[in-house]
């Protein structure tokens, strides 16, 4: 008998991934068209903030935090504020907020607003700390900062915007996804520049010091070492990006002159056998800094052991010990050294 071909399912165009074979999946174990708690429809109603109850184990909110998303948005802005979650207690009668006190409060901080939307559900109030913790943790998947960085500059938020131009500046650009529309600064793309992640940038140009042409030579050293590998330089990995400003940071002398010359020689000679992330790797080894990744707080030990593998290289002269003192990258803001 011959197999019946599978049809492929009509998504939506942002679904990634094999979708034939990941249905074909849900289906072996029930769950298509299995609907789960159904009775819970959520129904939208205008009520009063005095109706309503705060869920004792929700967050609590800080004042501060209510006036500096005021200042964000110049006022209340409702489709920020959108629908708080609901619960209608059937043991009590009482509404429950479990998801969006903090909004709350911002319309309390605006005595004349005193209905608010409220998507309202008929459900316990220890049903809805549970699917908030749920919704937290495992239910809705958190927004990467990549996300929230490109949706931010097409929305025209004014701090993200700044943070494009300071992308632009640096000479690389940063995707949500792969389409046109999920990148920020696709010139740069288009250009065969690399990709860097919004952490790397935002984390990277403090590091500077606020210094972006910091941050630019210090891309300009990854890209000319590893762009000339067969694998070449698609993405800027955040640890070695760090390493270096810290380094250019701290060293200034390393900007420039044969120093400067000596360490991108060095870098070259690196990734003629080593991706970044392996070289990163070897750096934190050194440190024993074992399963640290991401970590800013390490920034520091990152570079002062790239300036350690340096010293102990091939391309490290004598003359350069007056200006490149190690010490310098480990020395705290209080005047004590780390080492």
Same mark, same amino acid.
């Given at each position: 008998?011959?197999?019946?071909?599978?049809?492929?399912?009509?998504?939506?165009?942002?679904?990634?991934?094999?979708?034939?074979?990941?249905?074909?999946?849900?289906?072996?174990?029930?769950?298509?068209?299995?609907?789960?708690?159904?009775?819970?429809?959520?129904?939208?109603?205008?009520?009063?903030?005095?109706?309503?109850?705060?869920?004792?184990?929700?967050?609590?909110?800080?004042?501060?935090?209510?006036?500096?998303?005021?200042?964000?948005?110049?006022?209340?802005?409702?489709?920020?504020?959108?629908?708080?979650?609901?619960?209608?207690?059937?043991?009590? =009668? &009482?509404?429950?907020?479990?998801?969006?006190?903090? /909004?709350?409060? *911002?319309?309390?901080?605006? @005595?004349?607003? $005193? %209905?608010?939307?409220?998507?309202?559900?008929?459900?316990?109030?220890?049903?809805?700390?549970?699917?908030?913790?749920?919704?937290?943790?495992?239910?809705?998947?958190?927004?990467?900062?990549?996300?929230?960085?490109?949706?931010?500059?097409?929305?025209?938020?004014?701090?993200?915007?700044?943070?494009?131009?300071?992308?632009?500046?640096?000479?690389?650009?940063?995707?949500?996804?792969?389409?046109?529309?999920?990148?920020?600064?696709?010139?740069?793309?288009?250009?065969?520049?690399?990709?860097?992640?919004?952490?790397?940038?935002?984390?990277?140009?403090?590091?500077? =010091? &606020?210094?972006?042409?910091?941050?630019?030579?210090? /891309?300009?050293? *990854?890209?000319?070492?590893? @762009?000339?590998? $067969? %694998?070449?330089?698609?993405?800027?990995?955040?640890?070695?990006?760090?390493?270096?400003?810290?380094?250019?940071?701290?060293?200034?002398?390393?900007?420039?002159?044969?120093?400067?010359?000596?360490?991108?020689?060095?870098?070259?000679?690196?990734?003629?056998?080593?991706?970044?992330?392996?070289?990163?790797?070897?750096?934190?080894?050194?440190?024993?800094?074992?399963?640290?990744?991401?970590?800013?707080?390490?920034?520091?030990?990152?570079?002062?052991?790239?300036?350690?593998?340096?010293?102990?290289?091939?391309?490290?002269?004598?003359?350069?010990?007056?200006?490149?003192?190690?010490?310098?990258?480990?020395?705290?803001?209080?005047?004590?050294?780390?080492?």
């Amino acid at each position: 008998m011959a197999k019946l071909a599978v049809v492929a399912p009509t998504v939506h165009s942002m679904v990634r991934g094999n979708v034939v074979k990941d249905i074909t999946k849900q289906n072996k174990k029930g769950l298509t068209g299995k609907l789960v708690n159904e009775q819970f429809t959520p129904e939208l109603q205008w009520l009063k903030t005095s109706n309503l109850v705060p869920l004792e184990s929700q967050r609590e909110t800080n004042s501060k935090w209510v006036v500096e998303r005021q200042e964000a948005r110049n006022g209340l802005d409702m489709i920020a504020f959108g629908a708080l979650s609901v619960a209608h207690d059937p043991n009590d =009668g &009482n509404y429950y907020v479990w998801d969006g006190c903090g /909004r709350w409060a *911002i319309a309390d901080f605006n @005595g004349g607003i $005193d %209905t608010v939307p409220c998507l309202v559900y008929n459900m316990s109030k220890a049903q809805a700390a549970y699917y908030f913790a749920y919704n937290q943790e495992e239910g809705r998947r958190k927004l990467s900062r990549e996300v929230t960085f490109v949706n931010g500059v097409i929305g025209g938020d004014a701090e993200h915007l700044e943070w494009a131009k300071r992308l632009d500046a640096v000479g690389a650009y940063i995707k949500a996804n792969d389409s046109i529309n999920g990148i920020v600064n696709k010139d740069a793309k288009e250009y065969g520049y690399p990709e860097i992640l919004a952490r790397a940038l935002i984390d990277g140009f403090k590091l500077s =010091g &606020n210094d972006i042409t910091i941050c630019r030579q210090a /891309r300009d050293m *990854i890209v000319t070492a590893w @762009g000339t590998t $067969d %694998t070449g330089c698609s993405k800027i990995v955040t640890e070695v990006y760090w390493a270096l400003i810290v380094v250019l940071k701290h060293i200034p002398e390393s900007r420039k002159n044969g120093l400067h010359t000596a360490m991108q020689k060095y870098l070259n000679w690196l990734a003629e056998g080593k991706t970044q992330a392996q070289a990163s790797k070897d750096w934190k080894k050194a440190q024993e800094l074992k399963g640290i990744t991401g970590n800013v707080g390490v920034a520091k030990e990152l570079g002062h052991a790239f300036g350690k593998s340096f010293t102990a290289s091939g391309f490290w002269k004598d003359s350069f010990r007056n200006d490149f003192i190690l010490k310098k990258i480990l020395f705290k803001e209080d005047g004590v050294s780390d080492e």
